[in-house]
């Protein structure tokens, strides 16, 4: 049994975490700013994990085996979480994202296009510029985008560790229906079941996409697991827009229709002009076996909520 800490863990993929370390027989508390009532026989601690003050105090004496900080999107996020939690947990493990890959959002600018899938070696966190402003304590916060906020929190974890870390770099994650709250693949169920045209790049990469229950099920892997150190997180197959337009359609019995948009563009989520797929050789080597994309689709296609026509 484990002593299990998740920083949110109140929706999605997360809620399973929580239910499923619970029903494995750790002892499992969430923390979070309040929103939803966890599973029974779980502890709920309320704090701004922003503060460092009311975080420290909201958990008194306590101590883990395991951190699992879902929701951890700054480096002055990590920092707090570092000192708060440094000496209190055997292990941190924070859900990153394949977005710290998307060349277009990486400092140096947009890279030429590379069909490879990306290995967790293609990007040192700890090598890139951390900005002092980016872990002040008082003052104005910095504003990040999603891909750059957490590379900066990666780097303030990797820099001279206090705890053995681990960052998921997980996939696109689809499934759940309503529980899905970004709603992107209900953006494709709804344009292809009504005839309204999908916005695709001319040539757009294919992606990599986990599925939530896989997902949850890889970050209760990670907890119980000794290695350290950035690791991706997706199923087999990568998947471009098209292939993905052709499931949805073969779900809704009608064909997809498609508009093209210019180079730089804005086009519908999942049409990249750019390749960062994931390799996800890592944690199969670990011991971590991921399902296919084309098997759990279909699925996940089904569960999201059709209009009501």
């Not at 000794?226 to 197959?237: L, Q």
């Not at 498609?258 to 050789?281: E, K, M, N, Q, W």
Request: net charge neutral; glycine share 10%; proline share 8%.
């Amino acid at each position: 049994m484990k002593r299990i800490l998740v920083v949110g863990g109140s929706r999605y993929f997360g809620k399973t975490l929580v239910t499923r370390a619970r029903e494995a027989g750790d002892e499992v508390t969430v923390l979070n700013r309040g929103s939803g009532a966890p599973p029974r026989g779980v502890e709920r601690l309320v704090a701004d994990r922003d503060d460092e003050e009311a975080l420290r105090a909201a958990l008194g004496g306590r101590d883990f085996d395991v951190v699992v900080d879902q929701v951890c999107y700054t480096p002055l996020q990590a920092a707090v979480a570092r000192r708060v939690f440094a000496g209190r947990t055997g292990r941190y493990v924070m859900t990153s994202t394949m977005e710290v890959y998307d060349p277009a959002t990486l400092p140096a600018g947009p890279a030429d296009p590379d069909p490879v899938p990306v290995t967790e070696a293609s990007l040192d966190p700890a090598r890139l510029p951390l900005a002092a402003a980016a872990v002040r304590t008082s003052g104005p916060r910095p504003a990040y985008v999603y891909a750059e906020g957490k590379r900066q929190a990666e780097a303030v974890f990797l820099r001279d560790p206090v705890f053995p870390y681990v960052s998921v770099r997980a996939a696109h994650v689809l499934g759940g229906g309503p529980a899905e709250f970004t709603g992107r693949l209900a953006h494709y169920v709804e344009r292809i079941g009504a005839g309204t045209p999908v916005d695709v790049h001319e040539a757009p990469y294919a992606t990599s996409f986990i599925h939530h229950h896989e997902m949850a099920g890889f970050l209760q892997w990670a907890a119980d697991e000794t290695f350290t150190g950035p690791v991706n997180a997706a199923s087999h197959g990568a998947t471009d827009v098209i292939a993905l337009c052709e499931a949805v359609a073969a779900r809704a019995g009608r064909r997809p229709r498609y508009r093209v948009v210019g180079p730089g563009a804005a086009a519908s989520p999942f049409s990249f002009d750019r390749a960062y797929a994931l390799d996800s050789g890592r944690a199969s080597a670990l011991g971590f076996g991921f399902g296919r994309v084309a098997d759990w689709l279909p699925g996940a296609i089904d569960e999201v909520p059709r209009a009501a026509g």
